[in-house]
């Protein structure tokens, strides 16, 4: 059996005034066990010598780099669209400039995609630090709770039902296809809730395409000047059940609406991309439709018994229940969508 040919690497790196984190990055990349094919840099019109530095960089490096400077500010979303435009190797590993990868990384994830031909985009995990990379505070995974039962739910299927309860890729933790970038590309100006690795991960859960590695490869640096990253989520408003009596309706009704037309405009966005059978889209469609049902109950309590108590039955109060709530919460939501 002919042993598979190992695929061609890109790194794509975004840059925006990133001087003071960008050395420490950089000499990650040179450490790596296996080197990319290329690097491609696109800088958002820095303003702190980061291009001059990238340049000394390029001068030395055992790989080609090539530089692009834009010419006016894209902002992060449309910054990495180019930049994974302009690689050229079969996979591209998507880089942020102020982290640090392990130097297994691009050989960790490159074999991976070499053993899972049906992968089009894989992500892995990361230890979180601080803006000097000391200590080893927590998993990334930690926070944004992708735990190992969320883990087994998405090997099992449940990607896009994952990702829509909250994004679970990190864009510099993600190797994709060159292959996938025409389905994955344009990113939309505006994914509600969702930044552009938030887009790659909903795209790929939709092709059941993504998978990810239980290993943490890099350390993922928590600063004040990043311009995306990890926050802990605010802890949610504790609902009672004399609450989902007696709160006024158009306060309980507002998030329902919220959740029902930001799905609505994903699955819009997804629709126009992908076709009609892509596996992921049930998962979304069925939660669209339990939120549409939710947000749109009518007045007269009556008439909501049997469209809610279908859902019910069919599952899905407990399926879209926060993973950190109590037993009871489903019942409480049904009971609350019956009475208030």
């Not at 009672?240 to 009596?245: A, G, M, Y």
């Not at 709530?325 to 208030?340: I, K, Q, R, S, V």
Request: aromatic share 10%.
């Amino acid at each position: 059996m002919a042993v598979p040919a190992r695929p061609s690497c890109s790194i794509a790196l975004c840059t925006y005034n990133g001087k003071d984190h960008l050395q420490t990055q950089w000499q990650s990349l040179l450490d790596q066990h296996q080197r990319p094919e290329e690097v491609v840099i696109c800088d958002d019109l820095s303003t702190d010598g980061t291009v001059d530095l990238l340049r000394q960089f390029a001068a030395t490096a055992p790989f080609p780099v090539r530089i692009l400077e834009n010419k006016q500010r894209l902002g992060y979303n449309k910054n990495f669209e180019q930049v994974l435009q302009h690689c050229t190797s079969d996979l591209i590993f998507i880089c942020d400039q102020d982290d640090f990868w392990f130097p297994e990384k691009i050989s960790t994830m490159c074999q991976y995609m070499t053993d899972h031909p049906a992968a089009q985009l894989t992500f892995c995990d990361a230890w979180v630090t601080d803006d000097e990379l000391e200590g080893r505070q927590s998993r990334f995974w930690e926070w944004i709770r992708f735990d190992q039962q969320t883990q087994a739910r998405w090997r099992a299927g449940e990607s896009m039902d994952i990702m829509l309860d909250g994004n679970r890729v990190m864009g510099c933790a993600t190797v994709v296809r060159r292959s996938f970038l025409s389905t994955l590309l344009p990113i939309p100006d505006t994914v509600p809730g969702y930044i552009y690795d938030g887009w790659l991960g909903l795209v790929a859960a939709a092709c059941e395409a993504i998978h990810f590695i239980d290993q943490p490869l890099q350390l993922y640096r928590t600063h004040v000047q990043q311009q995306v990253g990890v926050r802990q989520e605010e802890p949610k408003e504790l609902i009672r059940l004399w609450d989902r009596v007696a709160r006024h309706r158009a306060k309980k009704l507002a998030p329902l609406r919220d959740k029902q037309i930001q799905l609505a405009v994903i699955s819009q966005l997804l629709a126009g991309r992908l076709p009609d059978n892509a596996p992921g889209l049930p998962q979304l469609y069925r939660r669209l439709e339990h939120f549409t049902m939710r947000s749109h109950l009518p007045h007269y309590r009556l008439r909501r018994l049997l469209p809610v108590l279908n859902s019910l039955q069919k599952g899905n109060y407990k399926r879209y229940a926060d993973v950190s709530a109590n037993w009871y919460a489903p019942y409480l939501a049904a009971l609350g969508d019956l009475l208030e």
